[in-house]
């Protein structure tokens, strides 16, 4: 009987990764390349009703920012006067009450009239057509009213065609190219005055805006506020109209 047994040969170590490949013919996994310094790892991707979710309220929070900063632009071309000389002063109409200016109306023509006699044109455009229910144009009581101010009936012309202020911006651009007339002081309330002025290029004037600094809603804070609202959605769509 044999003292010792012999020992069964250890299995060879496997080859390297090189002579798997040539034996096997097997190619080693690729390595992973380490993470870059600060990367963060990216986890299970969200769920489509996750993602629409959150694209929604990200639009939503961009239409409100640009929103406010419209509202702030308003604000802010209003209390801008550019008033100097021009060809004409284009006065926006507003409600009149069977044949007297209203309080909005009388404070842009009183405005208008100031700037006539500082003498920084020798025209005055008056618009604004035919309300419902009314009987004569915005522009016609103007004109009355500017004459018993002793503006002369020669120095006003009238734009009673228009209902809105693209018409009424149309309709004077039409009349100033007529007339060689390029650029124009555009009198209204401050709210106004940034609608003006886009329209005003949009027709192929050069205006400069003067709103009017005895506006009766501008002496109101919650009217204003009001105001600057309506006109922050006014704005967009009569751009949309003027295209």
């Keep these: 009987m044999a003292l010792f047994r012999r020992s069964r040969p250890l299995p060879p170590p496997p ?3 090189d002579d798997r490949t040539l034996l096997y013919g097997e190619a080693p996994p690729p390595p992973s390349p380490p993470p870059a310094p600060g990367a963060r790892r990216r986890g299970p991707r969200a ?8 694209g929604l309220l990200g639009l939503a929070l961009l239409l409100a920012a640009g929103w406010v900063l419209l509202v702030v632009a308003i604000h802010l071309w209003g209390r ?9 002063i284009v006065v926006l109409g507003a409600a009149q009450y069977d044949g007297r200016p209203s309080p909005v109306l009388k404070a842009r023509l009183d405005h208008a009239i100031d700037l006539y006699r500082r003498g920084l044109a020798k025209t005055v455009i008056m618009t604004g057509g035919v309300g419902p229910g009314d009987t004569v144009s915005e522009a ?7 004459m018993r101010q002793g503006v002369p009936a020669k120095a006003i012309l009238v734009e009673t065609t228009g209902l809105t202020t693209v018409q009424s911006m149309r309709a004077v651009a039409a009349m100033m190219k007529e007339r060689e007339m390029d650029d124009a002081v555009l009198v209204s309330d401050p709210f106004h005055m940034l609608r003006l002025k886009l329209l ?5 004037i050069t205006g400069y805006t003067s709103p009017t600094p005895t506006s009766p809603i501008s002496r109101n804070r919650a009217e204003e506020r009001k105001m600057l609202v309506r006109e922050s959605f006014g704005l967009p769509m009569a751009l949309l109209e003027a295209i």
């Design 15 to 17: 080859p390297p990764d």
């Design 47 to 54: 769920p489509l009703a996750v993602r629409l979710v959150r």
């Design 80 to 88: 801008r006067d550019q008033a100097r000389r021009a060809d004409a």
């Design 140 to 146: 016609t009581v103007s004109k009355r009213y500017a």
């Design 200 to 204: 005003a290029w949009r027709a192929g």
